[in-house]
């Protein structure tokens, strides 16, 4: 017993040692010849394995064609991107264990989160909605008391959810397929999720025209891309890569790729939205 | 590691209120699948020692469907699978009164009861057959025998490895978290949402998983101690 005791000391004291040594990202990637990125499989468009089995989608475009020229210019030299899967759980312990170096997948920049991680602009913008049967009297989040309500856990809207709509009975999935299952026996009434996911969702969907995304959002979900607290030189650099983007309309062509008219999932940009991510470089 | 630890987000907040809904939920639910593999453990243990084929059969068809396939698989088969069978009625009447805590109890009591069947078995075959054939020669009937004689000495030899077992049906209760049951790991979880230290919220749900770990240990080797039968189990003095 008392050596059990003193292990678990050592552990405890093990984890709470480890040096908070700031490592210059920038110098690693240098070094190293590699970004690594932190990204979903199951996210589409953002990021998924598509049907031909490569890791695809919106964001990795956004980091491979804007991102990474920026970084190559900042250290010289041409570097490759790996990617590494993140889910919500452990994507911040992998940034700050140095396994991962950017983000880069679905999360939204929270004032939580910013206290343990730095985010880039904010590259994508949706909200929170619902996803129904069709013909369902769950038309918006003022029609959720009672009914049974799936999420994802660890996600922004499960979180507003319960703070806000206590009277909706909650249950949370950890990933989307299982929630989308529950909606689809009937275990849940709805599927809250970020509007952009659920539209991916229902066109993946079997039977598509059977299933509607409704509601405003009822949360917002700016995108951004996270870093390790206090890497401003790296933070730099990813920024300006996405301003760069913006700037020179690349951004726009490779949102157009993935949510234009013939893209994966057709989701056209809003002049809200465009005046939202153009504000941020001053626009 | 560039990680600053605020381990306040712990007691602060609603966390220590989550924790300690999480531990109930994971107590509730490790309890009642704990008594169901226990009854189906000796049930289908000691059927498969009984000297009837069939029953033996159907005993060992139990131990080997049930062991060999993952615990998630038979999560989402009680939860999405067993579900659509029942009368629609019944199913609209679970959805709303906890199907995730009861499909969960069910999964993993079913499973464990198949592991702890060997369990069982392994100390029923411990024990000398001439014992059994003693005690039908006394004029029990085989119900008799077991019940008396058999099981008895049998739940004493397996403390150990159903100490073990026990061990692992809580641990693997956290795997209810994938149909949505809000047992400890979850509330872990739900604390990283909310204050983004997932590092912090895991070192918590490890450090309870392992205190309750050890206060079961440390009451089942004084339970093995009191029972133990004088000369029957040679062993160290525990400790």
Redo the contacts between chains.
Sequence with gaps: ?KR?FAL?LVL?VA??A??????DTLEKIKSSGTLVIGTRTGSPPFAYVNRDNQWVGFTIDLVEMLVKPEIEKAVGKPIKVEKKEST???R??LL???AVDLIAGTMTD?P??R???DFSLTFFYTGAQFMVKKGSPIKGVNDIAGK?I?SQ????N??ILREKYPQA?L????DQP?AF??LL????DAYTNDGIQLYGLKAKAPKPDEWDVVGDFYSEEPYGMAM????AKFKAVVDAGLKNGFESGKYFEIYEKWFGPKGELPYPITPQVKAYLLKQIGK | ??????WSVLWTGQSGQWLLQGLITTLELSAIAWVLAVVLGILSGALRTVPFRPLRWAATFYVEFFRNVPLLVWM?FW??GV??LLPRGT?DWL??HG??FWAGTIALGVYHGARMSEVIRSGISAIPRTQFEASLAMGLTTLQAYRLVILPVALRLIVPPGTSESLNLLKNSSVA????V?ELT?QT??I????????EAF?AGT?IY?VLC?SIS?IMARVERHYAIPGLISRAQAG
Excluded: H
């Design positions: 017993m059990t678990v405890a984890l709470m480890t040096p908070a040594l700031a490592q919500p759980p452990t911040i312990p700050s264990s140095n929270t939580q989160r206290e343990s991680v049974r799936a856990q660890g996600s922004t499960a979180k009975q249950r949370e999935f950890p299982a299952q529950a026996q009937g275990q849940v390790r607290k206090g890497d | 590691m560039n990680y600053t630890f605020k989402f939860y999405f579900t659509p199913q959805f709303n199907l995730e978290l994938t149909i949505s809000a979850f979880r739900q990283e949402t909310y204050t983004a230290k997932a590092i070192t450090l392992l050890l440390t």
